[in-house]
């Protein structure tokens, strides 16, 4: 375990602030799943306490968008904090099977919804030949380019049509 993070999970002041920025707090008006509670869930775990369902969804709910390190007036690493601690729920077993699923489907075939390659190139317009080397590169992601293709190609159909200077994955998509 990381001891300097274990130690900003103990020089937390619970003032909150981080919590009224991250955006699950935002979204749900549920401080439990905001800044502060990763950091005292987190904290519990380094400290080998046995946390609840609640603590380990707070856990999981981090986009690592680092709001809350801007707003911390200690500038505590909640990100990284929380990441340690999801190391920490793989080493005593309490990662749920279906992020299990994932990873695993990450590792079988590069994506983490098992979808082949041949499928998640289907948003490329007919006859698009992607440069070799370009200022950009154009990764559409998960969700557009496997559940939304059309919004990829349009996309791709865009900055073709504006002239933008850009690449794809091709084959490593
Ligand atoms: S990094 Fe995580 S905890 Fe911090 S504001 Fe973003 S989502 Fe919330
Ligand atoms: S803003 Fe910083 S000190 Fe305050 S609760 Fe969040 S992590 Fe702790």
Redesign the pocket.
Same mark, same amino acid.
């Given at each position: 375990m990381n001891n300097q993070l274990r130690a900003?999970t103990d020089? $937390?002041?619970? $003032?909150? @602030? %981080?919590?009224e920025v991250c955006p699950f707090y935002i979204a749900t008006g549920n401080a439990k799943y905001g800044?502060?509670a990763k950091?005292e869930a987190s904290g519990a775990l380094f400290r080998g306490s046995s946390i609840g369902d609640e603590d380990l969804k707070t856990i999981l709910l981090c986009t690592r968008c680092d709001h %809350?390190?801007s707003? %911390?007036?200690?500038? @505590?690493p909640?990100a990284d904090i929380v990441q340690e601690a999801r190391a920490e729920l793989r080493k005593v077993k309490r990662v749920p099977d279906k992020y299990n699923s994932i990873a695993e489907a990450i590792i079988r075939s590069g994506s983490p919804m098992g979808t082949p390659t041949e499928k998640r190139r289907a948003y490329v317009p007919e006859g698009f030949q992607s440069p070799k080397k370009a200022r950009y590169l154009y990764v559409p992601g998960c969700w557009s380019g496997i559940r939304l293709p059309e919004t990829a190609r349009a996309s791709v159909e865009l900055m073709i049509k504006a002239g933008i200077d850009f690449t794809i994955l091709g084959d490593r998509e």
């Open positions: 900003f020089s $937390c002041v619970l $003032c909150g @602030i %981080c919590t800044a502060m950091v %809350c390190q707003a %911390c007036p200690t500038n @505590i909640v």
